[in-house]
């Protein structure tokens, strides 16, 4: 088999399982390592090849995928295989921030290797779902050259640039975006059923707008851009109407924690406003730009 179709998958959590599963679906040839024993011997009834050790799994390809729980972990894991990285090529598939990403890739080239970041952006652990990207970046070189292997994970792989942070960095954005969209779902669902209301017209309402959301994207997105939306008018109106959440969240018994800490921007961004004698949008406030 050709070394084009002959990997290595170190960490088996779910996405690097994922992994795994989508690469042999893809008749590559797939070695795995993992700290614990269970999950590599179910990986290995699937037709991948279990290392003992760490040296093993990266001497047995050129090729190396890391699917960890952070960088520090990559360190503490490479360290047990071989110091000497030469001729070998790490795809670091693990969150963490941009400057993280930026300083992993230093410690594998000063031993000889190379590097390249991906992200996952993907709906949970299905990487073939319509909507799975990867995010990459490091060297154009190095993303042409394993760009057939990047491109077989995802249906949609984006290439952002040489430095090596930019995958983290589009990749931490978008979490940031999800972590608020999740928990205020939650919060809504739960202030529907606490007030006895029918929690699945709602979820269908919801659901019902993903169009909607793309205009709010794409309008929003387009005033950050210049300097923020938002006049006096416009962030009165919207404290008032998270104070509106608050009442009708506490009314049911539903803690209302998250929306008091959207409220508070607001409230900074009318106390700048004030101060500055001008219009201070919350994204002004959260660029710390209010000054």
Do not use: C
């Amino acid at each position: 088999m050709s070394a084009e179709k002959s990997v290595t998958v170190i960490g088996l959590g779910p996405m690097g399982q994922a992994t795994v599963k989508v690469l042999l679906d893809a008749g590559y040839d797939v070695t795995a390592w993992n700290r614990t024993r269970p999950k590599l011997d179910a990986i290995a009834e699937l037709g991948a090849k279990p290392a003992d050790t760490v040296a093993e799994a990266i001497a047995a390809n050129d090729v190396v995928l890391l699917s960890l729980i952070h960088y520090d972990a990559m360190y503490d894991v490479l360290e047990q295989g071989p110091a000497d990285l030469t001729g070998k090529t790490i795809i670091n598939l693990s969150s963490d921030s941009p400057e993280k990403a930026r300083k992993g890739a230093e410690w594998v080239t000063a031993r000889g290797g190379e590097f390249v970041t991906g992200a996952y952006m993907t709906q949970s652990d299905d990487l073939k779902h319509a909507s799975s990207r990867l995010y990459v970046s490091g060297p154009e070189a190095h993303y042409e050259t394993h760009r057939a292997l990047l491109e077989t994970l995802v249906p949609g792989v984006e290439y952002l640039g040489a430095d090596y942070g930019l995958a983290q960095l589009y990749y931490q954005a978008g979490l940031a975006q999800f972590h608020a969209f999740l928990t205020s779902l939650e919060q809504a669902v739960a202030i529907i059923d606490a007030g006895g209301a029918d929690v699945d017209k709602f979820i269908e309402f919801a659901s019902n707008g993903t169009e909607s959301n793309r205009d709010f994207t794409l309008y929003f997105g387009a005033a950050a851009k210049q300097g923020g939306w938002g006049d006096v008018a416009n962030l009165k109106m919207m404290h008032a109407g998270a104070q509106h959440v608050i009442d009708a969240a506490e009314e049911v018994g539903v803690d209302a924690s998250l929306t008091r800490t959207i409220q508070d921007y607001y409230q900074r961004a009318l106390d700048a406003s004030e101060e500055a004698g001008r219009p201070v949008p919350t994204y002004q406030i959260l660029r710390g730009q209010a000054a």
